[in-house]
């Protein structure tokens, strides 16, 4: 069986006349609606129509970077080596930056326009593009004048960028020194996990020392890194008027404060059952005064179970057309289609990931599959973003781009999908293996995320009135750590390092990347509840729910399925889900 993608329906190769044709046309767009915007938004005389020309113009430029990036970029996930796609990759990025210039003009234009609803309502087009339209209008208002915005663009280029470059280099040259079996080792940090694994506590432990001493000849650079970084925000949500980087990032995320409040508040209520999880494990791996941060991770339960990915393939199947026939055929589409290149090789990146690929109706499935439950799961959370993915092909280009929040919607749903197909046929021991990494990943969204949010939020605060020294970070962190973790940790044994290690810190233009994915694991479980009750009735209003993602404010998204995320109601029936779970996991423990 072949197990590699295909990415024919892209293009051939980079020789073929199709990528030729497409290249060439991107080459000349931005420049052409450039031409445009200076020629036409001068008046507002046929103001419709000069709008419909410019929404036209973008959707096919969408297109064309989309098409032509999926291929280059894909095919470097396979091959690191491709050069010809690498240097596509900086060919289209080039073209798409020229974009600027007429998109500053397009939305002044349509923010000084006074008849924009009018010019909605009489327009099919505009109609259904009014969300799109009404948001650029709305970001307006925090927008700074034309000059101030290029300045600031590039003034990033030697200010957060250069500072999120740096912390990249720092921490990917970082080195650990450690002993093990009487022999010195010196490898980097990010070949760590790749070291044998162990049960030997003490073995664990030297390694989580070494790691932090490891660390600990960077921290002044990355400490430098971090507050240089988030000054940057603070004074650009400043000048954009927002009251703090948090007000900024809920806008970006479509949310609103109130949602965010029941979110936290309903974690925060749950800590000590969510705890348990953790107190299980520590027992269950004989350590006295719980779990120590450095085997957060470890797996408890043996499954000796290995799928071939035609198993695999057949387990996602079979689970999928429990829950709807929609959802099985396009899996079955895929498989049969070639939508999933399967199997490790030299040069291809690690980890997974799903692109979907707009212009031609179809994703790309990329995993690592080595033959363990994990790898089945991962093969249907991947399949569940494409699932969203097609579910948005009905929608324009230009109603695609959903938040943040929303985007583990469909491919955790999957997962949930997958979990109690599989926890029905296998055993004990398997299923306490299955429960504890799937367990661990719900923990992870929602004690651990809490953390960080605490920690972001803390930083920033602090970082308004002075430069945060390296010691006064590890602080912040632990503390956020003990009013996270509590009781579930062992408190002597936390990780002070976690803000160097995370590169979502050093994202200038992604602050606080934490809570959604928070809200993106609770919001697909509560909807799994849901299911649960209603039954097949629930799948078109699920549908729905999907292709709205990208044209609606997210508490707009969530009353299409009549739930309110401003509500602690919804987000404990997720979190009772994951205490069901924890329940079950203790259960099977005990009689071990």
Excluded at 347 to 365: D, L, M, T
Aim: glycine letters at 4%; proline letters at 2%.
């Amino acid at each position: 069986m072949n197990y590699t993608w295909s990415l024919d329906e892209l293009y051939t190769s980079f020789n073929s006349n199709e990528f030729k044709r497409d290249i060439e046309e991107l080459s000349t767009a931005g420049e052409k609606m450039l031409e445009f915007s200076q020629k036409e938004f001068v008046d507002y005389n046929n103001a419709t129509q000069k709008i419909e020309k410019y929404i036209e113009l973008t959707k096919r430029y969408l297109e064309l970077t989309i098409r032509l990036r999926s291929y280059a970029s894909l095919r470097i996930s396979t091959n690191s080596k491709d050069g010809d796609a690498i240097a596509y990759i900086g060919k289209v990025g080039k073209y798409a930056s020229e974009l600027t210039a007429s998109k500053i003009a397009f939305q002044n234009y349509i923010k000084n326009y006074n008849n924009i609803d009018k010019s909605i309502n009489e327009s099919s087009l505009l109609k259904e593009h009014e969300f799109y339209l009404h948001e650029i209008i709305e970001s307006c208002k925090h927008q700074l004048s034309d000059k101030e915005e290029i300045l600031i663009s590039k003034m990033k280029l030697t200010g957060s960028t250069a500072w999120s470059q740096l912390q990249g280099k720092v921490s990917s040259e970082a080195v650990v020194e450690l002993e093990e079996n009487g022999e010195k080792i010196t490898i980097p940090v990010t070949a760590l996990s790749q070291l044998p694994s162990t049960d030997d506590i003490e073995v664990k432990k030297n390694r989580f020392f070494a790691e932090c001493r490891a660390y600990d000849k960077y921290a002044d650079i990355s400490a430098a890194c971090l507050n240089n970084l988030k000054g940057e925000v603070l004074t650009i949500s400043e000048l954009r008027g927002y009251s703090s980087p948090l007000e900024m990032t809920l806008n970006e995320c479509r949310m609103d404060k109130e949602t965010l409040d029941a979110l936290i508040g309903s974690i925060e209520e749950y800590l000590p059952q969510l705890r348990r999880y953790y107190k299980i494990k520590a027992k269950l791996l004989n350590y006295p005064n719980g779990l120590p941060y450095f085997d957060i991770s470890a797996q408890v339960g043996k499954s000796n179970k290995k799928y071939t990915v035609e198993e695999g393939k057949e387990t996602v199947l079979n689970a999928f057309r429990g829950f709807s026939e929609e959802l099985y055929e396009f899996a079955k589409k895929a498989f049969d289609n070639r939508w999933v290149d399967f199997e490790p090789k030299a040069g291809k990146r690690s980890g997974a990931f799903c692109s979907g690929i707009y212009p031609i109706k179809e994703s790309r499935v990329l995993t690592n599959f080595n033959g363990n439950i994990k790898d089945v799961n991962t093969l249907a959370h991947e399949l569940g973003h494409g699932f969203h993915g097609k579910q948005l092909t009905t929608e324009s280009i230009l109603n695609n781009t959903y938040p943040m929040p929303l985007a583990e919607t469909a491919s955790t749903f999957c997962e949930e999908v997958l979990k109690n197909e599989l926890l029905k046929n296998i055993s004990d021991e398997e299923k306490l293996s299955f429960l504890s990494f799937s367990i661990l990943s719900a923990i992870q969204v929602t004690v651990d995320i809490l953390s960080r949010y605490y920690f972001e939020t803390e930083f920033f605060n602090r970082r308004k009135d002075h430069e945060l020294s390296v010691d006064e970070i590890k602080e912040v962190m632990l503390e956020a750590q003990k009013k996270s973790y509590g009781d579930g940790l062992d408190n002597e044994l936390l990780n002070p390092y976690m803000w160097l290690n995370k590169v979502h810190y050093y994202y200038a233009e992604r602050n606080f990347y934490n809570f959604p994915y928070a809200f993106g694991l609770l919001f697909s479980l509560g909807l799994y509840s849901i299911y649960e009750k209603k039954g097949e009735a629930f799948i078109d209003d699920y549908n729905n729910l999907l292709k709205a993602t990208g044209k609606m404010k997210i508490a707009d998204v969530c009353k299409l399925v009549d739930v309110d995320v401003r509500s602690k109601d919804f987000w404990k029936l997720s979190l009772d889900k994951i205490v069901a779970s924890i329940d079950e996991f203790e259960r099977l423990a005990n009689n071990l």
